[in-house]
C-alpha cells in the first residue's frame, strides 16, 4: 500500500520541540520528503533524501526515518512554523506518488 | 532555478474536460531525471498527487483518477499538459505543476524523488 497517514493537527509552545510523524508500509522502502504550506500557497520542500535541507531551510527543521514511519522534527518551533506539513514520496514500485494527509502545526 | 507556470480554464462545466498547461522555463521537459507532475488541492484539503511524466513519456497516474486522466509533453514548447475528463464538483480544486527531481547521493546511497519547485496554483471551479 502507498498510503501515507499524518496527524490531522499538532501543537507546539514557542521554543520547544515537536515532532510530526508520517506512517506507511512504503516508508520502509523509500526516503519521505517534506514540504511546509502557509495560507495555501504553493507549499515548500524542507526536508529530502536521508535528511538534507534546501538551501535558506533553517536547521531546526531535521528529518528521520524508522521502520513504517518518517518524522519531522522542529527543535525550538518559532511563531513563523505555523504551518501545514505534508509528507511525500514516489514509490518506484508502483511508480505513483503519494501525499500524507497533512498536519496542521499550531505554536502556541 | 526552474520556473512553472499553470495556465488554463478556471471554470470547466460538469461533464466536460478540464485542460491544463504547465509552462517550464529555467529548465527543460526533455531533461533526464525529472518527473513532470501534477498536483491538485481541494478546498479545505490535501494535497493529492494526480500523475506526472517522465522525459521518455511514461506516464503514471493515481488509480482513483486514471480512467480520467491523461498527461502529456511538448518538447517543443517546453510545456507538459493536463487533461481530466467527465470533471464533476467535486474536481474543483488549486491545481498545481510541479518538477519531482531524482536525488542521488554517492557518499551515502541515498536513491529518492522530491518536489523541488511549484507553479503558483491556478484554481478551477467545476461548476454549471
Known amino acids: 500500500s502507498s498510503e501515507l497517514t499524518q496527524d490531522p493537527a499538532v501543537s507546539v509552545a514557542s521554543g520547544q520541540t515537536v515532532t510530526i510523524t508520517c506512517l506507511g508500509d512504503?516508508?520502509?522502502?523509500?526516503?519521505v520528503s517534506w514540504y511546509q504550506q502557509k495560507s495555501r500557497q504553493a507549499p515548500v520542500v524542507i526536508i529530502f533524501g536521508e535528511n538534507t535541507r534546501p538551501s535558506g531551510i533553517p536547521d531546526r527543521f531535521s528529518g528521520s526515518s524508522s521502520g513504517d514511519t518518517a518524522s519531522l522534527t522542529i527543535t525550538g518551533a518559532q511563531a513563523e512554523d505555523e504551518a501545514d506539513y505534508y509528507c511525500?514520496?514516489?514509490?518506484?514500485?508502483?511508480?505513483?506518488?503519494?501525499f500524507g494527509g497533512g498536519t496542521q502545526l499550531t505554536v502556541l | 532555478q526552474v520556473q512553472l507556470q499553470e495556465s488554463g480554464p478556471g471554470l470547466v462545466k460538469p461533464s466536460q474536460t478540464l485542460s491544463l498547461t504547465c509552462t517550464v522555463s529555467?529548465?527543460?521537459?526533455?531533461?533526464?531525471?525529472?518527473?513532470w507532475t501534477w498536483i491538485r488541492q481541494r478546498p479545505g484539503k490535501g494535497l493529492e498527487w494526480i500523475g506526472s511524466i517522465y522525459h521518455t513519456g511514461s506516464t503514471s497516474s493515481d488509480p482513483s483518477l486514471r480512467s480520467r486522466v491523461s498527461i502529456s509533453v511538448d518538447t517543443s514548447e517546453n510545456q507538459f499538459s493536463l487533461r481530466l475528463n467527465s470533471v464533476i464538483v467535486a474536481d474543483t480544486a488549486v491545481y498545481y505543476c510541479a518538477r519531482d527531481r531524482r536525488y542521488y547521493n554517492p557518499l551515502t546511497g541515498e536513491a529518492t524523488t522530491y518536489i523541488d519547485s511549484w507553479g503558483q496554483g491556478i484554481l478551477v471551479t467545476v461548476s454549471s
Open positions: 529555467g529548465g527543460s521537459v526533455s531533461s533526464g531525471g525529472d518527473y
Open positions: 512504503s516508508v520502509r522502502r523509500h526516503y
Open positions: 511525500y514520496l514516489r514509490d518506484t514500485d508502483s511508480k505513483q506518488g503519494v
